[in-house]
């Protein structure tokens, strides 16, 4: 498979902010005030690793016109520099007394105005990423701008891949598949859950994604119940189930899809589970169409699995996909999200076969005017047995 270009052309950032302004304009808003790796990088191609760090902060205003405005510690300004933002003020990093609050409310008041409505994103899946405190001071010095919840604006906007987001998330995808293809050669009876991942990861890297930031599963005699937990160093077992679920980045987009393996063959039961949850997929594959909703696709995949309306403890069968390992929207019953052409998803239907034994499965597709087209490669009905 070609690679992709990195980053993206300047025009790319020019038609997101287009989008953002016009909607800026209908709702009354004279700025946004983002503080997240994610929205960051969505305006100005910003990508780094320091983002880890929690003693910084970062900011960057939308304002209603114009280009976008970065508020930043003086140590990213030569990163940001390589961006297509050209504003970039800074402050000395980290500085307890006044850690970028006076410049940030400076700024916003120099773009915004007095009595002006500045947005900020307080909705679910959002956080604050600086201390509350020096937000609470950015409020009193803002000298009552109203602040306003602009979540479902940056849901609208990011929910729509373009091509050269969708490029990205394939190469991630299709690296992540050879990967899941060679398990059987690297992974065998005796091996602990640490070796197991450790060797999945070193596999990933050699297939060309940038980092394996997420990798969960396990093993279970029969079956697994807990995926999420650190691998221990319990020793795969004739009979066992083994479960990767791998979120791998490549140029700051994930991938995210798991893969099931039986050590030996294994039982009726785990076998039809695998069945089960791949007919479930398919289901689901078959109605990922624009109109389709959210609900729509988990009340399909549940019923595939012979459930009701109960998503159990997961809560959902799937969700959006990109920046991040898990974006909006949710394929839950109460996600009534309409889908578009240029949506990423997972399809990740869950079913428990026997009490506290689980099999879950996840593909990654992208909404097209014709239905779904698949960025993994779609794994066989027949579990795998290694």
């Known amino acids: ?6 980053g993206f052309a300047v025009s790319e950032f020019e038609t997101r902010l287009a989008e953002a302004q016009t ?39 939308i304002p209603a016109s114009g280009k976008p405005i970065a508020v930043i ?34 700024t916003l008041s120099e773009i915004a105005g007095s009595n002006c409505t500045i947005g900020v994103m307080k909705g679910a899946e959002s956080h604050l990423r600086m201390p509350l405190a ?7 010095l803002l000298k009552g701008n109203p602040i306003q919840d602009c979540n479902e604006l940056f849901r609208g906007l990011r929910v729509v891949k373009s091509e050269a987001e969708i490029d990205k998330i394939r190469y991630a995808a299709q690296a992540a598949s050879r ?24 596999e990933l890297l050699n297939q060309g994604v940038d980092d394996v930031s997420y990798l969960v599963g396990g093993s279970g005699s029969g079956g697994y119940g807990d995926i999420i937990s650190p691998p221990s160093q319990r020793k795969l077992q004739s009979g066992d189930v083994v479960i990767l679920d791998t979120g791998c980045i490549w140029d700051g987009y994930f991938c995210d899809f798991d893969q099931n393996y039986s ?11 695998h069945r089960i949850i791949w007919d479930a997929t398919e289901a689901g594959l078959e109605i990922c169409k624009p109109g389709t909703t ?3 696709l988990f009340q399909t995949m549940n019923k595939a699995m012979g459930l009701g309306d109960d998503a159990g403890s997961v809560g959902r069968l799937g969700h959006g996909l990109g920046m991040q390992l898990t974006e909006h929207p949710s394929h839950a019953a109460f996600d009534q999200t309409v889908l578009q052409e240029g949506m990423v998803l997972t399809l990740e239907p869950g079913y428990e076969f026997a009490p506290g034994k689980m099999m879950v499965h996840e593909e990654n597709i992208v909404v097209r005017a014709y239905g779904a087209e698949l960025l993994s490669t779609r794994v066989s009905r027949e579990i795998v047995v290694i």
């Open 263 to 273: 050590i030996d063959m294994p039982s009726e039961e785990v076998a039809d589970a």
């Open 294 to 296: 959210c609900a729509e």
């Open 73 to 106: 510690p003086e140590i990213g300004r030569a990163c940001m520099s390589n961006t297509w933002v050209k504003d970039i003020r800074t402050w000395d990093a980290p500085n307890p007394d006044d850690d970028g609050v006076s410049l940030l409310a400076d």
């Open 1 to 6: 498979m070609i690679e992709p270009s990195r």
């Open 179 to 202: 990967a899941f293809l060679q398990v059987p050669e690297f992974v065998s009876m005796g091996m602990s859950d640490r070796e197991t991942f450790q060797a999945m990861k070193h």
């Open 134 to 140: 020096d937000y609470e001071r950015l409020v009193t």
């Open 23 to 61: 909607q800026m304009q209908e709702q009354g808003l004279s700025a946004i005030l983002l503080n997240t790796e994610p929205e960051v990088r969505y305006f100005s191609g910003f990508l780094s690793q320091f983002w880890q760090s929690p003693t910084r902060p970062w900011f960057m205003i």
